[in-house]
Each structure stands twice: as C-alpha cells, then as structure tokens.
C-alpha cells in the first residue's frame, strides 16, 4: 500500500466561487465543514490520482468526485436521485458505492460509505437493502488517507474482453 502524499484530482468541472458554494448551501438548508468547501474551492469533482481511501474499518475504492452546481455528475443529481437522509453523496466508485459526508448535528463532517445491496427475487436484481458505515471521522481524515492498489493503472485485456478502463476491484480473480 503506499499513500499518495498529494491528492490531485483530473478533469474537475468549472471552477467554484464563494457565492457558488453559498447558494448551494442555501439550496440543501446546510452548512458544510470548512475542510470540505476548501477542497471544493480548489478541486471542483474530478478523478483523484489514488483510487482508494483508507477507512475505520475497510478500506474502499473510488472513481471520482461528483461536481458542485457545473458538470453532468453532480452532488445535486446524486442527491436528488439517491434520497439520503442526514448525509450528501460527493463521490463514488465504479461498483455502485458512495462517499457521503454527514450534515446533520449528530454526524456533522463524519464520512460515511453507502452502498446499494442487491436483492434477487424471481431472478430480478433490485437494489432494496442499503447499507451506510462510518468511514472516517471527517473529510481531511478522508483526503489524507488516500492510496494506490496494486493494480492502479494497470489494465488487463483477457482474450474475453474486459473494457478499457477497467478498475481491478471491479472483478473477482
């Protein structure tokens, strides 16, 4: 495991002003921890150069940071589409997990890791079960434990034709 000592993040969306995050906190009827907005000031979404964070208890991947207000992936979507409850999806991985950081008093700044467990019933997969976990304990905690697997941008191409920006997590050897 080595650390990534900077994280940067590739291809962010429009770069966000203080008024931008003032009206979307306006918006949501939140106040977001300061370590949060000044990462949002400077990496607007984008595609981290680590692809996993470091948690309490697991350690889980990551794809990339949903945008604020600009872009087609942002948190507003994820939000609206995902119905959370004292929590804001911000990121996400290729295999349907989200990082959301808490917003109401008892879990203000905690990060939490949500996924969609799948259900099958009459051979349909639905995704009814849902499971949260405490990840780490706020977003300079999430931002510092960032590192690379071993596969980090490998790509392999078996004869069956996995595709190009295959993440090695997403497949069982």
Same mark, same amino acid.
């Given at each position: 495991?080595?650390?990534?000592?900077?994280?940067?993040?590739?291809?962010?969306?429009?770069?966000?002003?203080?008024?931008?995050?003032?009206?979307?906190?306006?918006?949501?009827?939140?106040? +977001? &921890?300061?370590?949060?907005? =000044?990462?949002?000031?400077? !990496?607007?979404? $984008?595609?981290?150069?680590? @692809?996993?964070?470091?948690?309490?208890?697991?350690?889980?991947?990551?794809?990339?940071?949903?945008?604020?207000?600009?872009?087609?992936?942002?948190?507003?979507?994820?939000?609206?589409?995902?119905?959370?409850?004292?929590? +804001? &999806?911000?990121?996400?991985? =290729?295999?349907?997990?989200? !990082?959301?950081? $808490?917003?109401?008093?008892? @879990?203000?700044?905690?990060?939490?890791?949500?996924?969609?467990?799948?259900?099958?019933?009459?051979?349909?997969?639905?995704?009814?079960?849902?499971?949260?976990?405490?990840?780490?304990?706020?977003?300079?905690?999430?931002?510092?434990?960032?590192?690379?697997?071993?596969?980090?941008?490998?790509?392999?191409?078996?004869?069956?034709?996995?595709?190009?920006?295959?993440?090695?997590?997403?497949?069982?050897?």
């Amino acid at each position: 495991m080595k650390k990534t000592e900077t994280l940067i993040l590739n291809l962010c969306s429009k770069k966000l002003t203080e008024q931008d995050i003032t009206d979307f906190q306006q918006n949501f009827k939140i106040h +977001l &921890p300061d370590d949060f907005v =000044k990462h949002y000031l400077s !990496f607007n979404g $984008g595609f981290p150069n680590a @692809n996993w964070s470091d948690g309490i208890e697991n350690n889980c991947p990551l794809r990339h940071f949903f945008s604020i207000t600009y872009g087609e992936d942002t948190i507003e979507k994820r939000a609206k589409e995902l119905e959370l409850l004292d929590v +804001l &999806p911000f990121a996400m991985n =290729k295999i349907k997990g989200y !990082f959301c950081i $808490g917003i109401n008093d008892e @879990n203000y700044g905690q990060i939490f890791y949500y996924r969609k467990r799948p259900i099958v019933k009459n051979y349909k997969e639905t995704y009814d079960m849902n499971e949260i976990e405490l990840h780490c304990s706020n977003f300079s905690t999430f931002l510092s434990n960032f590192f690379f697997d071993q596969f980090y941008g490998k790509v392999p191409k078996p004869s069956f034709g996995w595709v190009e920006d295959f993440d090695a997590y997403t497949k069982r050897w």
